[in-house]
């Protein structure tokens, strides 16, 4: 929805303020000069990055429009989803983890949250292997972070690839939006000896060009790579958090203890507070499975 806004707030602002200066519409359709300047700029983005970066470009705009980043509900199940599977193996030991960790869809505490199973896979993937190094392995909490840390700043390399190619793309716009212009000026230049209203229509659509490229530069472009970019910082911040509670699980701390060392890596805009928190846990701790298991 914020997309939305934000798309039709430039282009009304924009043509609004021209339109109220007594311009006219139909003399900013150019579609020769936005040929050039987004196939140009198209062809630019395909020749600078590898197919893998180009389908997460694609496949970042229908994400765009969806709601983006991780609220304060979703922080919520992910701390509560770890406090009850760290309550049940404190109990049990780390063994009765094992069928939760192997088929999370299929695990009575997971089912409790199908937002997040359906929302944030990766978070779910995540947590998931690293509960199932600890349920297997003997790892210490200083290989496991040093691990982890690993995973994240790859995860964050790899998903800020499309934002920087789109911030790419849009540095390169106004360049060719310059070169439509010139374009045009040549076309212009061709015409001279034509009648007046002529030479005026060519000398505008050259205008015309470098308008275009610094507007969908600026107000389109650009505000998309940054809008990518704020998707991928967000899924770190989450990795963070289960992060820092899996390591305080591993250095001994109380299921509850743990899960506020995790809240604590919460940005403060969506870091529930202790209290709430805890209301939380009992609100949904407990669970037990319907059917055995």
């Not at 958090?241 to 899996?246: G, V």
Request: hydrophobic letters at 45%; a negative charge.
């Amino acid at each position: 929805m914020t997309l939305i806004i934000g798309f039709l707030t430039v282009t009304f602002s924009v043509l609004g303020g021209y339109v109220l200066s007594h311009g006219y519409l139909s003399a900013l359709w150019q579609p020769y000069e936005l040929l050039v300047i987004l196939g140009a700029a198209t062809g630019a983005l395909v020749i600078a990055n590898p197919p893998h970066v180009l389908k997460a470009v694609r496949k970042g705009f229908p994400q765009l429009l969806k709601k983006t980043g991780h609220d304060r509900q979703a922080y919520l199940e992910i701390l509560s989803v770890m406090y009850e599977l760290f309550m049940r193996s404190r109990r049990g030991g780390m063994l009765t983890l094992e069928s939760h960790v192997e088929d999370p869809d299929e695990s009575y505490i997971f089912q409790q949250y199908s937002r997040l199973l359906a929302d944030h896979h990766y978070a779910i993937t995540f947590l998931t292997d690293y509960l199932r190094l600890m349920v297997g392995g003997n790892m210490n909490s200083f290989e496991l972070d040093n691990l982890m840390d690993i995973e994240i700043a790859t995860h964050e390399h790899e998903t800020a690839q499309p934002a920087d190619a789109l911030a790419s793309m849009a540095d390169g716009l106004p360049g060719f939006g310059v070169v439509a212009a010139v374009m045009g000026i040549v076309i212009t230049m061709a015409s001279l000896d034509g009648p007046v209203d002529q030479t005026g229509q060519h000398l505008a659509a050259a205008l015309v060009g470098t308008f275009l490229g610094i507007l969908l530069s600026y107000g389109f472009v650009g505000p998309f790579a940054s809008a990518m970019r704020h998707i991928s910082e967000d899924e770190a911040i989450m990795l963070n958090c289960i992060k820092t509670t899996l390591v305080a699980t591993l250095n001994g701390y109380a299921p509850v203890v743990s899960a506020e060392f995790g809240r604590k890596a919460i940005p403060k805009h969506l870091r529930p507070s202790f209290q709430e928190l805890e209301e939380h846990f009992n609100d949904v701790g407990g669970a037990e499975p319907k059917t055995g298991g």
